[in-house]
């Protein structure tokens, strides 16, 4: 018999709801309970990506897996609240954007009872909400797991979610909080700012030009993220202050050394380096 | 009676090619001599993009329009040999990616007798080369006219060739050399130096971590352009060193400002500003 029998998804926006369209497709046939707002509920119902909403109080007591995934500081002033509703044996998840403070917080409360074994799927498109929600969103993308302990536990409930990871296309990799925030610092968190930072200096610079006639192709695809609102970025950056810090720093750093090499003629290593990255991201 | 009666488009490439396609698609009835190494005319005469090649001596004494459509600096290069050759009513016009040197030089050059008009159309694609020619290349682009002068002359050659760019669909602007380079600057050279400058700080950072498990779109979005070889660059670069420092201090110096107003928890203006930018490109 399946240890899992109803899960509940806090945070039904697009990685939450793609988290339960996939599993659906699985042929999962338990309960989906979402817990949200009541308009998201109405949307996700009607969507058919969750069965009912509910309040944390009502879903987490019936649910072996519950799936968190709010943004980062929601989900860690919940994770109290949750611990104290879940049943012993269920497994408590995350897919928070960073991982130092929620799972330090969850080795604070989690002992002996339910599971938490922090987690982050590298997956996402453009826009938010369930009305983008997704059964293909978690396909060939790394899924992070990161223990609170030396490493993921055993448990029949653990092994049943990382089989649907599996199943639903995920490479799963193990992984330390601080290893996972160091490296999202610089794959996920600088492509943002440093598409902020290069058209906010940008609208400085133009400010003069009412249009801004001589754009190409390469001037959009280097701004398009810089379009995202600061919400949902305000929570990372404040829970990975200093790899994103550090990492801001080394860019600043490697501009400026590009600006010394042009004055030399001497910036052709810069572009090979840009090169070896890009082909590394080109072959996975 | 059509003033143009034959033109020389020197450096059959993308942008070269693409100007020859669309030219034959608004019904130009005469003969397009192309001027490239003998493997592109090959390529170029097979393709039906040029009619036949031609060496500049032969080609531009025949051509009422010689279109130089090669890189920067061999445009420079060939400028006095082009204007010596070029009837007394020719348009001599480039599409070099840079335009204080190259129109510095024309002036010099062009007097009496042939007119030269600064060019370059603000279009491209990923790739290189005659084979990816395409004649809707220039439909909606921005197409700079920088003249030697105070303004682009009027004469029948230059009328007509002004004319078959609004029937390309291209949107002309005139303007000073000084202002084109400090505009493309921005909207061009900054965003292949800027991806290039991340993935080398990216590179440089992750050398330990053997493969990059935790990459999204948005980081081969801001990465695509750091795949371009440097040849490419090499010579705009030099021809336009002054802006290009320029900009990247100020690129560099809204960076280390981003990273002072995260640690006082107040980056919010600075995604506002970069969402300005990016709504004044998205409206075009």
Known sequence: MEPIK?????????????????????????????????????????LGVVDEGCTLAEAVPQSQLV????????????????????????????????????????SELFGD??????????????????????????????????????????????????EWLDRMGCRQREMRADHHDAVVAWT????????????AAIGRALEGIGEIELAGSGLRDMTRLAASSHDVWAGILRT???????????VAAEIEDLRQALERGEEKGHFERGQRLRRRLAVR
Do not use: C, W
């Open 113 to 162: 009872g339910p599971h938490f074994v922090g987690g982050h799927p590298m997956a996402g498109k453009e826009g938010r909400g369930v009305a983008i929600a997704d059964a293909d969103l978690f396909e060939g993308a790394t899924y992070a797991l990161v223990p609170t302990g030396d490493s993921v536990p055993s448990t029949p409930v653990i092994a049943q979610f990382r």
């Open 6 to 46: 109803t899960v509940t998804v806090a945070g039904v926006g697009l990685i939450g709801g793609s988290f339960a369209l996939a599993l659906r497709r699985l042929g999962f046939g338990g309960r989906i309970l979402g817990v949200s707002s009541p308009r998201t509920i109405a949307e996700a119902t009607s």
């Open 188 to 199: 996920s968190h600088m492509p943002q700012l440093i598409s902020t930072s290069l058209a």
């Open 240 to 250: 990975n202050l200093v790899p994103i810090q550090t990492a801001l720093t080394a």
């Open 67 to 106: 799936y968190m995934a709010q943004p980062v500081e929601r989900i860690v002033r919940q994770l109290e609240t949750v611990r104290r509703l879940a049943q012993p044996s269920a497994l408590v998840t995350d897919a928070g954007s960073t991982k130092s403070v929620i799972v330090t917080k969850a």
